[in-house]
């Protein structure tokens, strides 16, 4: 046994490295704390960064439908490919392969490829087939994603409202008012991501709910907008003129059932497409309204009860001279002493003039501001102007007489359209709305938009005999006659402006044509403004726009179900059977080749998709790199070509939509089935 | 003879804690591993299971052959173990992992060498240091010869290369010489002298120059040699004070190697937090104090330095696995004791922790310690 002394001092010893150890592990718990408790939040981050992995959720663009829920703009799922170029185990043979798949030039791709080091997209937004193809060749490094593509069904329909989207934003017409809403909001997902990069789940819970943005259902009828954007196309067309514009109101609501400009563009191809066709011209552009604005200056007059309807007044031959300056009545009219109907009916300057001036600058420009000019609508469309109707301080007494005939003034079509509406609808100003409703993915309503009265512009016995004035102008004698329509009384107004020369100053010999009008004139359901820029054929608005008026009028009357009082007329279908779309072949099947398909991608035959949605048949023609052409609303009816046809690329088809029976519900019969004859 | 005393059940139950713990352990930081890259999540724990079956043996074993007859086996035991250090180095003996021959393989699971070295190395320094006790400050025999086969042990280890556990023996060598008395002028020396050894063998090897520059900075190189660290400091540090949650951590999921062994603390602190963590060192301490509490009671020299020496083995194993993975030490290659996947570790351990109960049930008679005056604990 050892000594007691030596164990002694052995113990001390032990108890030496035993605190050693002690000292050791207090200094590891004090690290324990730095870490896990000082320091937690930073390590923290770091680690999160790494392994949580932020996926957006990028929801499907909401749709944009017409009233009747005819899609105007939709998502469609696609495939879209990506390389990860570190992936990537051979680079030319890679990109050689996939140019060849894909179409693409494999020098440029193995540029593009090799002067990166992350995430790359090489195609996106492709027919299922196309991407299929692409992943059969697995190749290493190489992806392929889910993606929607956003799709204008309707082409150049109305494509200058709705606009279009690129890259998921919105870039130009209500695609870009209401981006956010149809965007929807963008989900962060939070995604476990494991050390191979592996994304193992995602940690939110709203991907549900994030599939789809909003969608807006507008006021346009894709019907009327058709019939609208064709006849327009034909006044232009006819009339060899620069442009054109047209709406169509619904005058009891505001609602604008169409609106149209010609040139159009389609938006599937907006790349391709000058930027200034974009521009909604009806409610961007501003002229100067000439004629039709009498109707205005004289429901100020009438309002503030500055005339009798009684009156005469002293046309003095068709000219009046104010200080330097002679106004003359165009077209040559010797007009001595009329009555307020005839200055109104014959498109007196002189007349207008008069009762301008005995109106006065307040009186006149209470009347006009009331009625919305100079200012904007504040319908829900981007980039609208207000014009021009500057303040009655500034006017001159020549200025004065020519603002009460439509010179000097300007104004949007729409602002004119809404204006002619609150006399059509008995003298109250509306907003023109545009978007009817907003809802939510599964149909819930997030925001109706209702009539928005501003007020009472107009005396509602003014409102009559104002329009009682306006029917002179379609009648035997008046300046519209061409604007006439078997078995409906209408009211109307032509318009023929100079165009101001915005370089020289003054006028310049360029012409804006003009009709605006409603029909029934006693109850009106339309109030239609046509408008032509620079026609070469004539500069009067009862020449170029009067006939797309009433055709325009006659197809709406018809497709609404309004039909004459008078039993004597004899149908109303030829009316409609002239209407052009019709006979006028495929329009939305037309020249550019949009997206040229791959040959091969579209082989086989034409799919049966009689008796889909239009989503549906859309998701099932677009997969397959067939172009689609959607007509009408409800589901597929008729396709051409038809199914089987063996498809060549480009393949495009042209689907008409019928509300069936089946579909039921919505206003019976309320669409014609007249079209798909 | 009187009856035997009955096993210390603190450090039996304590250690047994820490092996249950250990497969909970195991089993949540390799299940998502195993499960990608042997279609098994369960592969680990299953084979750490057997490895605790073979440790209960091991631990009864110690018990049941007791510590007292280890005297006669201090030198054949270290001469096996000098063997196998010589075998593991052989090609076609040795298996080879991640640059460097560690394990023996013997069919159904390799063997650590290395691992027996450390309870090899314990037994032959306590049987010396008993045998030399009068000698012990005589530089000839109490030094020197243990310095030799020290340093015999050591560059078999290092020519593994095995430096975590090269540095552990050398560790306890000089703890225990310091115990058994050894002039401290002696271990001031080598200690001085050993440290330009050290210096070499750092700077000569490439790996452990980065190990040693990813230690001092780990963020300066994240992604490459400060990787394994830092995530090892992110997934700790990610716990905070209470942890994410058993089986919640993060870092396992491919981020973090030797998530299940080596580092398996750093899971522990993610997924328990400061609690956890700090529990287990308590847990630890435990054992630590069970331990010397035998050798503070051992009847013999021998028990005394035994016990000592598997204690310090332990704790000191314990110490520097939970500095490696906190960042406070370069990264060594060390498991923590009963805790980390491993099947020689957990044999050894448990071996070690066979003896220390055989020693702390052979007490002295009441009589003997009554002299002494330090009543501890």
Request: some cysteine; overall charge positive; aromatic content about 8%.
């Amino acid at each position: 046994m050892p000594d007691r002394r030596q164990m002694r001092w052995m113990r001390v010893r032990l108890l030496v490295v035993v605190g050693l150890l002690g000292l050791a592990t207090a200094g590891l718990v004090w690290r324990f704390w730095t870490l896990q408790v000082s320091q937690a939040d930073w390590l923290r981050g770091l680690a999160q960064d790494q392994y949580l992995k932020e996926i957006t959720l990028e929801p499907m663009r909401g749709p944009i439908l017409d009233r009747h829920g005819a899609p105007l703009a939709v998502s469609v799922m696609t495939e879209s490919i990506f390389v990860m170029p570190q992936e990537v185990q051979d680079l030319p043979g890679t990109a050689a392969a996939l140019a060849k798949t894909l179409g693409l030039d494999a020098r440029a791709l193995e540029r593009k490829l090799a002067g990166r080091r992350q995430f790359t997209w090489v195609k996106r937004r492709i027919p299922a087939a196309e991407a299929e193809a692409v992943q059969a060749l697995g190749l290493p490094g190489v992806h392929a994603t889910a993606e929607s593509r956003r799709y204008y069904p309707a082409r150049e329909l109305a494509a200058s409202v709705v606009g279009f989207a690129g890259d998921g934003r919105g870039l130009e017409g209500l695609e870009l008012l209401f981006d956010g809403q149809l965007r929807g909001s963008t989900v962060l997902a939070q995604g476990l991501r494991d050390a191979r990069g592996n994304v193992l789940f995602a940690e939110a819970a709203g991907a549900d709910t994030a599939s789809e943005g909003t969608g807006l259902t507008l006021t346009l009828d894709l019907t009327l907008q058709e019939l609208t954007e064709a006849e327009l196309e034909r006044a232009v067309r006819e009339s060899e003129a620069r442009a054109g514009s047209a709406v169509v109101l619904e005058p009891h609501s505001g609602e604008i059932l169409a609106l149209a400009n010609w040139p159009g563009f389609n938006p599937n191809t907006f790349a391709k497409v000058p930027r200034e066709r974009f521009r909604n011209r009806a409610v961007t552009d501003c002229f100067e309204p000439g004629s039709t604005l009498k109707v205005f200056s004289l429901a100020a007059a009438m309002q503030a009860n500055a005339l009798r309807l009684d009156e005469t007044f002293d046309c003095q031959g068709g000219a009046l001279t104010i200080g330097r300056h002679t106004i003359h009545d165009s077209g040559g009219h010797r007009l001595r002493v009329a009555s307020v109907r005839d200055i109104l009916v014959q498109s007196s300057n002189v007349g207008m003039a008069r009762i301008g001036l005995r109106l006065g600058r307040e009186r006149l420009w209470q009347g006009l501001d009331a009625f919305g000019f100079g200012r904007r609508t504040g319908v829900d469309l981007p980039g609208e102007s207000g014009c021009r109707l500057r303040r009655p301080g500034s006017w001159s007494e020549v200025g004065l007489a020519n603002i009460s005939f439509g010179q000097g003034v300007s104004a949007t079509p729409l602002q004119l359209a809404a204006a002619l509406g609150a006399v059509a609808n008995g003298g109250v100003w509306l907003r023109p709305l545009i978007v009817k409703e907003i809802r939510a993915p599964r149909g819930r309503l997030v925001q109706a938009f209702q009539p928005d009265p501003a007020g009472r512009v107009l005396e509602e016995r003014w409102a009559r005999a104002l329009a009682n004035m306006m029917v002179g102008v379609t009648e035997p004698g008046g300046t519209g006659t061409r604007a006439a329509l078997a078995g409906f009384r209408v009211a109307g107004k032509t318009g023929t402006a100079q165009k101001p020369d915005a370089i020289a100053g003054g006028y310049s010999d360029k012409r804006v044509a003009s009709f605006m009008g409603f029909v029934p004139a006693e109850a009106p359901r339309v109030a239609i403004l046509v408008l032509i820029d620079e026609p070469q054929t004539s500069p009067y608005g009862g020449v170029v726009a009067a006939p797309a008026f009433a055709r325009i009028a006659e197809g709406a009357l018809a497709y609404l179900g309004v039909f004459p009082a008078q039993a004597a007329v004899a149908d109303a279908r030829p009316a409609l059977q002239a209407s052009p779309r019709q006979d006028e072949e495929a329009v939305a099947l037309d020249e550019e080749p949009v997206e040229a398909a791959p040959v091969g991608s579209a082989a086989g035959r034409m799919p049966d998709v009689r008796g889909l949605s239009a989503r549906e048949s859309l998701q099932r023609l677009s997969a397959r790199g067939i172009e689609v052409a959607l007509l009408g609303s409800g589901r597929v009816a008729r396709q051409e070509p038809a199914p089987g046809t063996p498809l060549v690329a480009p393949a495009r088809v042209r689907l008409l939509l019928e509300r069936g029976a089946d579909a039921g519900g919505e206003g019976g019969g309320g669409r014609p089935t007249w079209r798909l004859k | 003879m009187t009856e035997r005393p009955a096993m210390d059940s603190v450090l039996l139950f304590g250690v047994l804690g820490l092996v249950g713990f250990g497969l909970v352990m195991v089993y949540s930081a390799s299940a998502v591993y195993a499960g990608a890259e042997l279609g098994d999540p369960l592969f680990y724990a299953r084979r750490q299971l057997l490895h605790v079956g073979l440790g209960l043996a091991a631990l009864w074993l110690g018990w049941r052959f007791g510590y007292r007859r280890l005297v006669r086996w201090g030198y054949p035991l270290l001469m096996l173990t000098v063997l196998l250090l010589v075998a593991v180095l052989i090609p076609g003996l040795g298996t080879r992992v991640g640059g460097s021959s560690r394990w023996l393989r013997l069919g159904l699971m390799n063997f650590q060498p290395a691992e027996l070295a450390k309870v090899a190395f314990v037994v032959y320094l306590a049987c010396s240091l008993t045998r030399k006790k009068e000698q012990i400050q005589a530089f000839s025999v109490g030094f020197l010869p243990h310095m030799l086969v020290s340093g015999l042990l050591l560059v078999l280890l290092l020519l593994q290369p095995d430096f975590g556990t090269a540095a552990t023996l050398t560790i306890l060598l000089f703890f225990l010489l310091f115990v058994a008395g050894t002039r401290l002028s002696y271990l001031a020396v080598s200690a001085l002298a050993a440290l330009p050894m050290a210096y070499m063998l750092v700077t000569g090897s490439d790996y452990r120059m980065r190990r040693l520059l990813a230690f001092m900075d780990p963020w300066a190189d994240r992604y490459n040699v400060g990787y394994q660290i830092t995530e090892s400091l992110m997934s700790f540090g990610s716990g905070g004070v209470a942890g994410v949650g058993l089986g919640e951590g993060k870092h396992k999921l491919f981020f973090l190697p030797a998530a299940h062994t080596d580092f398996i603390f750093s899971q522990v602190g993610e997924e328990l937090g400061f609690v956890g963590a700090t529990a287990l060192v308590a847990v630890f301490g435990v054992v630590v104090w069970r331990g010397v509490r035998a050798a503070w009671r051992a009847p013999d020299l021998f028990g005394t330095y035994l016990a000592f020496g598997l204690t310090a083995l332990i704790g000191m194993q314990a110490l520097v696995n939970m500095g490696v993975v906190t960042g406070l030490l370069p990264t060594k290659g060390l498991t923590l004791p009963f805790v980390s996947y491993g099947g020689s570790s957990m044999i050894c351990m448990m071996l070690a922790v066979g003896l220390l109960l055989d020693i702390s049930a052979s007490t002295a008679p009441e009589g003997a310690e009554a002299g002494a005056k330090v009543t501890w604990p």
